[in-house]
Each structure stands twice: as C-alpha cells, then as structure tokens.
C-alpha cells in the first residue's frame, strides 16, 4: 500500500489515528491501544467516493474516544479531518483506484451457494446467528459465487428478504474455468482487502443429462466422465485455494492475532479409504480422496507460515439436496438432513477451529473422520 506517499498529515496516540492523502481525496484511519481488547491497530480506509457510511461511522467512532480521552492531538486531528471531508465534498483529484482498503468487517466466501449446502452456509451467515456463526462473523460480509449470477434467483431473494445488499455479493466462479475464480479473488481483495473465511461448496455426483453417473461397478468406469468428475470436487477447489490463499494469507498477517482465517473443503464421507466397507462411485470417492490429500498438503504449507491460515475438510451428512436425491430412499429414517441444519452444524465446527484442529477431516458434529 502506498501509505507513505499519500500520508500528509499524521497523528497518532494510544487510541486513534488519522491519515490524510495529500490530493485529499484518500482517507484512512485506524483504531487501537494498548488495552487488550484494543490491541493492535484495524486500519479503516475509504475514498472519496465510497465508503462514506464506513467513514462516518469511523469518525463517529473516533469523536466518542477522543471525547473519552480529551485528547488535544486527536481533536486536532478531527478538525484536520472536518476540513478534509469538506474539501472532498466540494470535489477534488483522485487518487489511483488501485488502492486497496481493508473492511472493518468478517468477510466469507461461499463457492457453489447457488443451491443446496453452499446457500444453507450463505443463509446462515447472512442471519448472524452468533450460536452458529460465532460472535466474530456476525454481520459479515458474503461474497457468495455461483455460475450464473445473472439466474442465482435464490440468492437474489436473500438479498432482497434481509434487506442486505450491502452484505452480499454475488459473483461467478465456475470452478472448471480458471479465469473465473481469479476475478472473484481479486474482487474480495479489491473490495474488501481480507477474506476471513472460504467455504468450497461446490461439487458434483451426476450430471442428469452428461455422461457422470455414480457406477456400482468397474464396467461402468468412463475416463471422460471420472476426469469431469476429479476436475469439479478435486482441482477445482485447490484453484479456489491457489488465488483465494493469497488474500488470506495477508488477512492472516494483519490480523495476527485470533481468529484465524480458515478455509473449509466440502469432501464427503465415502472419500475416507479406511471407512471404505461398501465400495462404488469410483470417481465421485476418488475425486474426494484426492481433494482430502491436496488440502493436507496445503495445511502444511500454510502451517509454515509466520502468520498461518487454517484449512479444514468437511463431512455435511446425507443432506437432502439435488446432490443425493436419486438415493435418499436408502437413507434411514432420521438421517436426511436439511441443508440448514447441515450447514448450521458445520458453522458451529468451523467456529472453533484453530491451527490445531487445521489439515483434519470432520463431520457435522465435529468428529474427526479418518482418513
Ligand atoms: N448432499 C449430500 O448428501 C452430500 C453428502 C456428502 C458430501 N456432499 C458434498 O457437499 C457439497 C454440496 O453438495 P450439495 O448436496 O449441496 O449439492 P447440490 O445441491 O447438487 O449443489 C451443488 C453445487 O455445486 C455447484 N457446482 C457444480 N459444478 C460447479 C462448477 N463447475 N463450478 C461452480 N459450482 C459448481 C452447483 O452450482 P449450480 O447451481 O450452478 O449447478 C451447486 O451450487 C458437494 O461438494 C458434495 O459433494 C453432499
């Protein structure tokens, strides 16, 4: 960031800090002391066009610790500041867009929120019930993807029903096509400048008009049909993990404390090859296997970070989406779930998970899963 070029006037004390661009159409500020719930400064950017409920709020936020504290440099600060703010308000030069600030905000990702478990989890955190989501993801922001924004009619829905156009995005990954899911990341970065936590969601088990199908046996194996299938549940969401990783990792650095950001894989219970006593749907199991592998693989890169992320698999339970509807007549009573309660209970895991709990495999209700 290109803080010490735009900084003209600085200020800075226990509490408050203020920064001011010299063509004064950048602003930022940041909070923080000494205190430990205070600890460590959150920066708040905005410019002159956007923003300006995050800056007001900002500012007002400023105002109530500076009253708190009497503090004259800060109060100067807040003159400084009154006069910027008008100036922008009058108009003035811009600074390059480029620039990105970070959100004051929890910010998820939910790949494949569309339908079924991935718009459960994005249901869910949009809510913000804090039992599920945990107290720090509440009132996030979600960036939920899908293929086709423009006919995501249930999400817009969401939008509409919680009133939250500001807390959600919709944007398209398709996860076979690379390009795709750059954009989404370099979106979230742009946007909001963290992502705290990424749920892949997306995943196939038969296509109803393509060659995929579960085979019962070897004879039924299709090379096509079993590479589509390693390409949707197994590369794809390591693609997700390549250009969304990068974000993260500096979400991580500058949080450095708690929580973690963590991503979180979809996998499926058949993918564990010590649980496998039934045999069948060799591509689906074996394109799960294979993201099982590649996400511990990537733990252990990010474990070695100074300032690491998380990456957990989960199990989501038999759920009752379009995913496992030609088999829920086999599933025992009491054992299909819905998507909410699927998604909930996989919250609830996600919200405790630190790097200890990082590069294992858990179902719905926290239990770790063999490999
Ligand atoms: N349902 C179960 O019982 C169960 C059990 C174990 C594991 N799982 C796993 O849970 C995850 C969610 O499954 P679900 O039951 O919710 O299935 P679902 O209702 O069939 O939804 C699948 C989701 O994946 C998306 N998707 C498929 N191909 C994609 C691609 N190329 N790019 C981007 N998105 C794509 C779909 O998007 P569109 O809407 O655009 O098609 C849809 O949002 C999957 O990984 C699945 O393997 C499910």
Known sequence: ????????????????????????????????GRRPRQRGFRWVCWDAKDDVDVRDAFVRRLRHRCRASSSSSTSSSLKAFASTRSALKKGGDEEPRSLPHRHHHHVSVVVGSNRG???????????????????????????????????????HALRERFGCTERLDIVRV?????????DAATFAREKYGRVDLLVHAAGVLHEPEGKMVPETSIARLDAEACVASYRTNAIGPMLVTKHFSKVMLKTADENKTQPIPVIANVSARVSSISDNKLGGWYSYRGGKTALNQM?????????????????????????????????????????????EYSAGKLLEVLKDVTLKESGKFYDYAGVEIPW
Do not use: W, Y
Request: hydrophobic letters at 40%.
């Open 1 to 32: 960031m290109m803080r010490s070029n735009l900084t003209r006037h600085v200020v800075v004390e226990t509490t408050a800090m203020l920064l001011f661009s010299p063509r004064r159409s950048f602003c930022g500020g940041a909070v923080g």
């Open 117 to 155: 478990i991935g718009f459960a989890f994005a249901k869910h955190l949009l809510e913000s019930n804090a039992t599920i989501v945990g107290a720090h993801r509440a009132h996030g922001i979600v960036v939920a993807t899908c293929r086709k924004p423009s006919e995501a009619r249930a999400l």
């Open 174 to 182: 398709d996860v076979l096509d690379e390009k795709t899911i750059e």
């Open 295 to 339: 996400t511990r693989t990537a733990h252990l890169e990010f474990s070695r970070k100074k300032n690491p992320i998380a990456m957990v698999l989960l199990h989501p339970g038999t759920v009752d989406t379009e995913l496992s509807a030609p088999f829920k007549k086999n599933v025992p009573e009491g054992k299909l779930f819905t998507p």
